[in-house]
């Protein structure tokens, strides 16, 4: 069934940047694309980014488009979010996210598996 | 950008009644690319359905969906305790990907 584990959320001040990784374990991680989801504190869903299976592919959100940097390391099975100038509308609880189907580009598609989150926090 | 509106935002009910739960968009869907999520409390979401009526792997069968163009349904044909969350659901194929705001289950 797989699992995905998020990590290196925290607290940071408006204006720096903060990389988030999501390990992959549990199925065939370089056949899939895979996405950023976030969630503000009691809010919805929002798609953030995504990225082909073979990077060959990616797409942001234009909220995003220019301050996050979206990556994958197949040998690694990892998946990382560069973010850069953040902004304190970019809290939320960050998650990784696998798509259904096989080779897809980045286009958000449906999201079978999802990791437990990870907590950024933009605050002074 | 098509935009997703669900209803009611929150369904009060009982163990063992029925929910219905809609999901509108302002422009036809195409192929039915509509997928519906259940996010319990502290947990991630959790895929449902997708093509609109077609259960993800392990879903029970008292979920369906169905509709087509731009009105889309979650029925959920018993309640279980554990069915009390939110719902969403997800236009996908197009980016943004953009998700419905949600319509909370609770008990009634």
């Known amino acids: 069934e797989g699992q995905l584990e998020e990590s290196g959320g925290r607290l940071v001040q408006p204006g720096r940047s903060l990389r988030l990784s999501c390990a992959a374990s549990?199925?065939?991680?370089?056949?899939?694309?895979m996405h950023w989801v976030r969630q503000a504190p009691g809010k919805g869903l929002e798609w953030v980014s995504g990225i082909s299976w073979n990077s060959g592919s990616i797409g942001y959100a234009e909220v995003v488009r220019g301050r996050f940097t979206i990556s994958r390391d197949n040998a690694k099975k990892s998946l990382y979010l560069q973010m850069n100038s953040l902004r304190s509308e970019d809290t939320a609880v960050y998650y990784c996210a696998k798509v259904v189907w096989a080779y897809g580009d980045y286009v958000p598609d449906a999201f079978d598996l999802w990791g437990q989150g990870t907590m950024v926090t933009v605050s002074s | 950008e098509i935009v997703l509106t669900q209803s009611p935002g929150t369904l009060s009910l009982s163990p063992g009644e029925r929910a219905t739960l809609s999901c509108r968009a302002s422009q036809s869907v195409s192929s039915s690319f509509l997928a519906w999520y259940q996010q319990r409390p502290g947990q991630a979401p959790r895929l449902l359905m997708y093509?609109?009526?077609t259960r993800a792997t392990g879903i029970p069968d008292r979920f369906s969906g169905g509709g087509s163009g731009t009105d889309f349904t979650l029925t959920i044909s018993r309640l279980e305790p554990e069915d009390f969350a939110v719902y969403y659901c997800q236009l996908y194929g197009i980016p943004p990907g953009t998700f419905g705001p949600g319509t909370k289950v609770d008990i009634k």
């Open positions: 093509y609109a009526s």
């Open positions: 549990g199925f065939t991680f370089d056949q899939h694309a």
